[in-house]
């Protein structure tokens, strides 16, 4: 590559086709001006390469740098950070095309994307996307191999070609380096990137502003159980305590983050399980009642419900043990703690206070009180739905007492405000509820629609008691889920009519969706979730244990044992062109050795039709066919010039060789018709 | 102190080269002949990794990680390839023609290749432009490679570099041949007024000559030698063989070219002279004979002759 060079047309066809496909999965993240941006730029470079347009100005590339510059600062708000950077990126990249003069150039633009094709990864892992950014990478390889031919060759689909036995021979190394590297933790904290929307459960709730729940068909987790998984409608994921009430919006009290050990006691069936979160850029996990986790990124708080110390900025899979029948905090709680889960704002909300007080008549006992509660929700004529009607100031009132129209979090509500006014401390408790059994993995999966909210009581002697008033109005949404629960309705996903969550009852469909979420899940846990523990976890099942000696040399071993064939493979000697006279040539005598007739060493082809037609005389028609086309082709042919009329030699050969005898000849062969040498 | 070593070291490395590729006019590049190393281009390639890689550590991303060992088996897997575009090939001298001093010396290879094809290999010395050639495999190709002359003598291009940064350019694989080439160096010629001919009597002279020439006698056949210019190209076409005219020998005695009747004050300018003299002289057909210091050739006309004589002119003095 001297320094004069241009770049190679070839080169240029696959760089600019490798940049609009290595910029589109962040067009969707970016305004649109920046695809309008790369597509002056690249006009323009096509125009330079045809030699209508000439290559920008100093001052223009300055102004078109400082223009962007502030354009990224106007989308992002500021140039610091890493979506920043990564924009900053690709307006480098875009714009380097209006510079590009020399092979090196190219080279950096080609290294830009390489670096942009990996940056796309930091904001979605997906399996589409990683399929797309393979495409990608060959599409820039192939770009490379364009700059390094001969320039003038006009063969881009040599280059990429080239660039896809390339890669195809990177693919065995690839996968052992990937999973003999070491895995460590972050060298320094970083910023997650994008302040992207966060899914899944909000942060509080106001069940009386809510016109319509609408709910997504997004996947929330998936849970893997060691052993069978508990029944559904036990699939209680803690997620949250709300314990703060403001007459309107329960949330969550700064009191629960503390991660104070707490007294519980462990009792009943235990389940232990893997829970594989998607990104949801909240700290929430979820976890079965009762949880406990080895994981040093989890902490218990003093709600007792495990929490990420930092939000889910991608998937993370983390193993929990649950004992769902466990006594929490049994023997007291803690005045602040009570006064917390006892609070009720003043004014709000009279008719549920004298309900608490008639119910506080009639049932001293607090877990009398809480069953007859729960009774009332069972009797009375509630109706699930997520069409509530709006409650006005106060809300639990109406509810109570005039809608009766809700879905979980009105129940929830309403029941933690009566118990709390019957003096029993109660307290919110939201995460998800149920989940659906991918009997192909053997997983739960749980969906964003399964979100749920219930109520925890305080009693004495038996702690924390979780009740869930949803229930006594609506089993079938405990035990067979929220579509059944809404089938006369009609409201289930009805915002997204193309969720194929939505079509369950169609056989085939299911199955598919079923097997596309195994797929993934197996994504999760294998591939995106391969990091130090996982890691560690995987070199102890094969190779008995974590030692470090052990395991470089086990990976030297194996890498030895990747590379050495793949170079071998790579450096084999390549095979001789043959034509395909010889090759016919070769099949005859071939075939013709099992009849033990052979040519002599030196015969010619004459000659040597001559023997055949002696020895052979059944076939004479055949053999004599077969040699002429032979000869003619052989000698009276100008190489190369012989193409349409081998497939006259393929088909009289072909005809021989159906024609000669399967064994050999009854009559003894006799070598009298030997012609001299 | 510090130059004397590098040109101790560069001796060295000469000495160790030819060693290792001695020179021969034809030449296939395998393992010990051909050098491997990492370009610049790779080196930024293996910087752009360790950054990416360093993103995948913090980030803890899987995919990341794949795209970082993904480019870095590319990476290794180039190696071979670019190892590969060179390994099998063969380059063979073919003669070349004398030039004068000043121009470009052509020098004839061919390059073969028995089974594989080599992209994009780039041939040149450090003072020539590169010259980048495909080689298709079961073909040879033929190419001249042009390098400057500069002194009379034996023109002896040093080692040729062979080298491909096929297909990812991440690689350089090279060879310094030495195929053996020498090129005869005649002295530059410099076109002065010939000795003992008057101003007028080079006309006179020509008119002499030029009646000479047309003093056609008969045809003999042709014998390897002859001037071109005297075969019967008429008698060839009609097919009756390669035959030479004959022509009577001009009557005027044959010239003596020696140093001392030149003007030059050095002896490669009297060189020059003399050879400016030795193509005037056969241009005109007039007989010459160089009388040399050592080498006396008599008077004679023709190529081989002319050829002869400035073989003679570029070797004066010039050690074999």
Same mark, same amino acid.
């Given at each position: ?202 942060? #509080? ?27 559904? #409608? ?87 043990? #649950? ?226 000696? /052990? ?23 390549? /095979? /001789? ?67 349409? #009329? ?32 | ?137 079961? +073909? ?67 008119? &002499? ?21 005297? &075969? ?38 009297? &060189? ?17 004979? +160089? ?30």
């Amino acid at each position: 590559m001297s320094s004069h060079a241009l770049i190679p047309r070839n080169s240029l066809v696959w760089l600019l086709t490798a940049q609009v496909v290595a910029l589109m999965p962040h067009l969707p993240r970016l305004p649109l001006w920046v695809a309008v941006l790369w597509l002056g730029c690249a006009v323009w470079r096509v125009q330079i390469q045809r030699m209508r347009w000439r290559y920008p100005g100093l001052v223009v590339r300055m102004l078109a740098l400082a223009a962007v510059t502030l354009g990224v600062y106007l989308t992002q708000g500021t140039l610091i950070g890493l979506d920043a950077a990564v924009m900053l990126l690709l307006m480098l990249f875009m714009l380097k095309l209006l510079e590009m003069r020399r092979p090196r150039d190219a080279l950096v633009v080609i290294y830009l994307g390489l670096f942009i094709v990996a940056t796309a990864f930091l904001f979605d892992q997906s399996i589409p996307l990683a399929l797309f950014q393979c495409f990608s990478l060959l599409l820039l390889v192939a770009a490379l191999v364009g700059l390094q031919q001969t320039p003038g060759r006009n063969d881009p689909a040599r280059a990429m070609r080239m660039a896809g036995v390339l890669l195809l021979q990177a693919v065995p190394l690839m996968i052992v380096l990937f999973v003999l590297f070491p895995r460590m933790g972050p060298l320094w904290a970083v910023n997650a990137p994008g302040q992207q929307a966060r899914t899944g459960l909000a942060e #509080s709730m106001t069940p009386a502003d809510v016109a319509e729940l609408a709910r997504s068909g997004g996947l929330a987790f998936r849970a893997a159980f060691d052993g069978a998984p508990p029944v559904q #409608s036990q699939l209680y994921w803690r997620a949250m305590t709300l314990s703060r009430f403001d007459g309107r919006t329960w949330s969550q009290s700064p009191l629960a983050s503390g991660s104070m050990p707490r007294h519980w006691e462990p009792q009943g069936e235990s389940y232990s399980y893997q829970v594989i979160a998607t990104a949801s850029h909240q700290p929430w996990v979820f976890s079965l009642r009762g949880a406990s986790s080895d994981d040093e990124r989890l902490l218990l708080n003093r709600d007792f419900i495990l929490q990420a110390r930092r939000p889910l900025n991608q998937g993370m899979a983390y193993r929990a043990m #649950s004992y769902p029948a466990s006594l929490l905090e049994p023997l007291e709680l803690e005045t602040q703690q009570r006064r917390l889960n006892l609070h009720l704002p003043e004014g709000f909300d009279p008719r549920s206070r004298d309900f608490a007080a008639e119910l506080r008549q009639s049932h001293p006992d607090d877990a009398d009180l809480l069953q007859a509660l729960l009774r009332h929700f069972n009797r009375e004529p509630f109706h699930y739905t997520l069409r509530p009607t709006p409650l006005g100031q106060h809300s639990n009132d109406e509810f109570l007492f005039d809608s009766r129209r809700g879905f979980c979090a009105h129940f929830a509500g309403a029941m933690t405000f009566v118990l709390r006014a019957a003096g029993i401390p109660a307290r919110v408790v939201a995460g998800y509820q149920g989940g659906e059994l991918n009997p192909r993995g053997n997983y739960v999966l749980v969906h964003q629609f399964d979100a749920h909210a219930w109520v925890e009581a305080w009693l004495p002697g038996q702690g924390w008691v979780s009740v869930d008033p949803t229930f006594q109005v609506a089993p079938e949404r405990i035990e067979r889920g929220l579509q059944e629960a809404l089938q006369s309705e009609g409201s289930f996903l009805e915002g997204s009519p193309l969720a194929a969550v939505r079509y369950r009852n169609i056989g085939w469909l299911n199955n598919a969706r079923l097997f596309w979420d195994d797929l993934n899940y197996q994504w999760q846990l294998r591939v995106l979730g391969y990091q130090s523990d996982r890691q560690s976890e995987f070199f102890r099942r094969w190779l008995g244990s974590a030692d470090w000696q /052990r395991i470089g040399l086990v990976s030297l071993v194996v890498l030895l044992l990747c590379m050495l064939p793949m170079a071998w493979w790579i450096l084999r000697p390549a /095979r /001789r062109p043959v034509s395909r006279q010889r090759r016919a040539w070769l099949k005859l005598n071939r075939r013709l050795a099992r009849l033990q007739l052979q040519a002599a060493t030196g015969e010619g082809p004459r000659a040597w039709q001559q023997r055949l037609m002696q020895t052979l005389p059944g076939q004479q028609a055949e053999i004599s066919d077969f040699f002429d086309e032979y000869v003619r082709l052989s000698y009276a042919t100008a190489p190369g010039a012989g193409e349409g #009329s081998s497939r006259q030699l393929d088909l009289a050969l072909r005809a021989l060789l159906r024609a000669l005898p399967r064994s050999r000849p009854p009559r003894p062969i006799t070598l009298a018709g030997l012609p001299d040498e | 102190m510090i130059s004397r070593l590098g040109g101790q070291t560069s001796v060295l490395f000469q000495h160790w080269l030819k060693r290792r590729i001695p020179a021969a006019s034809q030449v296939r590049l395998n393992h010990r002949r051909i050098f491997i190393m990492p370009t610049r281009a790779g080196m930024g390639l293996l910087l752009l990794l360790v950054i990416m890689l360093i993103g995948a550590i913090n980030y803890q991303n899987s995919l990341v990680y794949a795209v970082v060992f993904l480019l870095g088996s590319l990476f290794w897997v180039g190696l071979h390839h670019t190892y590969r575009n060179l390994a099998g090939l063969e380059l063979q001298a073919n003669g070349s023609l004398p030039v004068f001093a000043g121009e470009e010396a052509p020098l004839n290879l061919t390059l073969l290749s028995e089974r594989r094809e080599h992209q994009a290999i780039v041939l040149f010395w450090p003072s020539t432009p590169r010259r980048q050639v495909d080689v298709e495999p079961g +073909l040879s190709t033929s190419l001249s490679l042009y390098y400057p002359s500069t002194r009379r003598g034996w023109l002896k291009p040093g080692r040729l570099r062979v080298e491909t940064r096929y297909p990812l350019g991440w690689f350089v694989a090279w060879s310094l041949v030495d195929l053996d080439w020498q090129v005869l160096v005649y002295p530059k010629p410099l076109n002065l007024p010939l000795p003992g001919l008057q101003a007028g009597g080079a006309g006179e002279g020509d008119q &002499l000559l030029a009646e000479g020439v047309d003093d056609f006698q008969g045809l003999r056949s042709y014998q390897p030698g002859d001037s071109k210019r005297r &075969l019967d190209w008429r008698a060839w076409s009609r097919g009756q063989g390669l035959h030479s005219k004959v022509f009577a020998e001009p009557r005027h005695t044959s010239q003596w070219l020696t140093l001392e009747q030149t003007p030059g004050q050095s002896l490669e300018q009297q &060189l020059s002279c003399l050879t400016g003299w030795v193509l005037q002289l056969e241009q005109r057909r007039r007989p010459y004979g +160089l009388a040399l210091p050592g080498n006396r050739i008599g008077p004679a006309l023709g190529e081989t002759h002319r050829d002869a004589c400035l073989r003679a002119l570029a070797l004066h003095g010039v050690a074999r």
